[in-house]
Every structure is written in C-alpha cells, then in structure tokens.
C-alpha cells in the first residue's frame, strides 16, 4: 500500500510538473505588468493615506528646487517641443534673434515672472514717471538669481531695497547726512564733510532682466530689441561664465539640441517616444519614492551648471582647452560688451560691467564643507582653466573701459567680494547670504554715481554764530 501511494504521488508531481512546463508565455509575461500596476497602486495608497501624495507629485527625480529653475522650452507657439525633456517649471519660449525667452506671467513657490517676461512681481510701465529711476540687470543664471529662496532674495531686489531704505533714511534723519548746502565757517565745513553723502532722492526700482542660459550676444539682442523701450537710468551686466563655457563656433545660447531635433525628422520621432516613455517611467509613485526616500538624491551633490549646456559633460571639458579657443571665446565676448556700450552710451545710460562670481575665487581656508565638495567635484584641471580664462575676460572687460572711458564702470565680482559663510551653490549660483554680499557692492558701486555734491555756501556776508 505505501508503495502505491508513492508511485500515485510520483504520477501527481510529474503531471503538475508537465501543467507548469506548459503554461504559455504571455501569461508569465503578463504577470510583470499586473504585478508592477498593483505595486503602483499601493504605493499610490499608502502615500495618500500619510499626507505625502502632494509632496511627491511635485518631486521630479532631483531637489524641488532644481525642477523649479529648470527651464522647460516652448516653441513660438507656446507648445512643447517633442523630444525634449519637459521636467523643468521655469518655461522659456523660443525667440529667433534672442534665441530664447522667458514666458510672461508665470509664478513659483520659488520665483515670479512678470508679464514682461522680467523676474519682477509687478510689470514694468513703458512709462516712467520723473521721480523713477530705473536699473535693469542683464546677464545669465546667476544674475537672474538661480537657486535663491525668492524674487526678494536675489542681489537685484536686495540692491532695490538699500536704495529706497537709504533715501528714506535720509528724509527721517537729515542731521546725519551731508547737507545740501556746505556750511560758511572751515570747522563747521569739515564736519559736514565727514558725513556720508546722500544720494539721489528718487524712488528706484532693479530689474531682473536676466535668463538663464544667457551669454553675452543674447545680452545685446535683449538689449537692442526688448529693454531699452523701458528708457532705463542705469544697466548693470553681469556675466562672463556662459562665455567661458560657449565654443567659440556658437554665437549665443539657444534651446539645446534644437537644431538637430528639426532637421532630423526621424530622429525627432524615436527620441519623441523615448523622452515619453521616460517620462511615464518617472512619474510613477513607486519609482519616485524609491528615489525620494531610500536613493535622496535631493541630499546629493549636484552641479546646477547654466541649462543651455550638457549635463554630462565634465565642466573642465566644457573649458577651452587651449589658447586659441580661449582667445578666440574671449574676443566674441569683448566684441558683444562693445556693442552693448555702444548702445548704452547713445542712449546716455551709465552702465556697469560686472564680472561675475565664481567658486575658485574663494579662500580655501573660508569654504563651508559643501563648498569645499564642489571644488574637490570640479577638481584641479578645472580649476586652472577657469582661473586662465577668468584673468582674460577681466582683460577683456578693462580694453572695453579703455574704450569707452565715459559712462562705464567696471566691476570685478570675482575678487574683492566679502563672502560670509556658505556663499555658493555649485561653481557659480549663490546662496541667499551670497546674493546679499554681490548687492552690497553693487550698491557702493551705484551708489557712487547716485551721489550728491552739496552747493557751496553762496551768501556773501558769513552766517550769524
């Protein structure tokens, strides 16, 4: 009996066995995918259930504020472009003389876009009344103030505000500054001179003009064909980095990967469903909080280097790598910052030439750890490069002033700027505190030409002690 049972239980497995062997294919197949839905919906219900789901839809596969500054580029139109990766919130429209331009009217938890396309709350009047001064800063990323906590804290809106602060200071607390008009007696007079002098008494307004992206020959179409309709009293540039970055076959910035992406149509069509594909891929729950909460990569390191460039290319690759593409990268950008004189100065508008920041300009000594990683990131050829080409575009910068003696000041942002703690983002978007430390020496710089000359006493018989 024991012999039988075994040999029915043999008979058993081997028909089970036989049944499984047999199963067809696609109903393993198919079993991926239902299992992958349920997966899905799970995590759909569990991350609903804590409150989370709102916080993860907004989550893109990096720091919420990187997706926020990423640019998402629109054609004339206003559409998408298929084929381009969309994850960015910061939409720019294509502009065939400007290459590219920021959407009016848009807004973020993290920025404000004005319907002029400025990084303004308010829009800008083609009217100004006589009490306004305007100053409009051109440049890229790091003008625009990539990376800051909001509109208020970028150097533009810093720099507005000590401008309005200092003129009301001086309406409540008259006594404190130089008077309009010097004292008759010398004691009195070197007293009133070794008070801080005023400035224009006007109501100022910065504004942020920059793009993300921009090199210096997108700065002079900006220039030319959009702010100069504003009649601004003063313009800021500050740039220099892009042009660094920029080979010297390309004249500006434009949307990246454009030009392959309309004249190859079939290519066009496969990396279309591609970027679909992954996009679908990316936007699921459970692959979002896989990243979101075990792989962080919102806790990582991350270069948030200019947008219009590769990603994957290693910044010290994207630096010339020998002196005749640097000359020849250099002389494009001193040939726009020409221009861009030229205009300003018929327009009689004072300008100001800033170099802007970067990271390896910094004490090492003085680094906040995250910096000091940025560097070590970077490493040494990078370093070398950009110090090479940084002591160039200065040089640059100078032969434009010796140019144009009147009405040009220059300002180097490389050097000379006090920096207090952790001041950088990566290699050259700033911090909040670095953004405050870039509007105190513009404001120096400003408020310099700003300043008034007190009138000397003009009765003729000295005044009554």
Known sequence: MFRTSRKSYRSSLSSYQKKKKSLPRWVILSAIPIALITLELLARLI????????ELAAYDSEPLKVT????????????????????????????PLMGYKLVGSQTNSFWQINEQGFRDSQPVAQTKSKDEV?????????????????????FATQLETRLNQQVATQKTNSAKFRPNVLPYYADELTKAMALPPRIRDSRYRVIDAAVPGYASSNELSQLALQVLSYKPDFIIVMDGYAD??????????DIPGIESLLDNSFGHFT????????????????????????????DSLKLLIPPATDDAQPLAQKLPANADELDRRVSRYRNNLEQIVRLASAAKIPIVLALQPEITSRNVNTLAPQEKKILDQVGQPYTQ?????YTELQRAIAQVKQQ?????????????????????????????AGNTAIANRLYDTIATSLTLQPKPYADQSPPGR
């Open 244 to 253: 660094l970055l920029l080979p010297s076959t390309q004249e500006g910035a």
């Open 271 to 298: 990396t279309a469903l591609s970027e679909r594909f992954k996009n679908w891929i990316s936007q699921s729950f459970l692959v979002k909080s896989v990243q979101y909460w075990v792989l962080r990569p919102q």
């Open 47 to 54: 991350i609903g259930m804590i409150g989370k789901a709102p």
């Open 68 to 95: 926020a500054y990423r640019l998402n580029y629109l054609d004339q139109s206003g559409a998408a472009y298929d084929g381009l990766p969309d994850r960015g919130r910061l939409n720019a429209k294509r502009s």
């Open 404 to 432: 144009f003696p009147q009405g040009v000041t220059t300002l180097n942002l490389y050097e000379g700027t006090n920096f207090q703690g952790e001041s950088f983002y990566d290699t050259v978007h700033l911090t909040d």
């Open 385 to 389: 490069r950009v110090k090479a080409g």
């Open 134 to 154: 305007r100053i409009f800063v051109l440049g890229g990323s790091t003008a625009f103030g990539q990376m800051s906590s909001s509109n208020q804290s970028t």
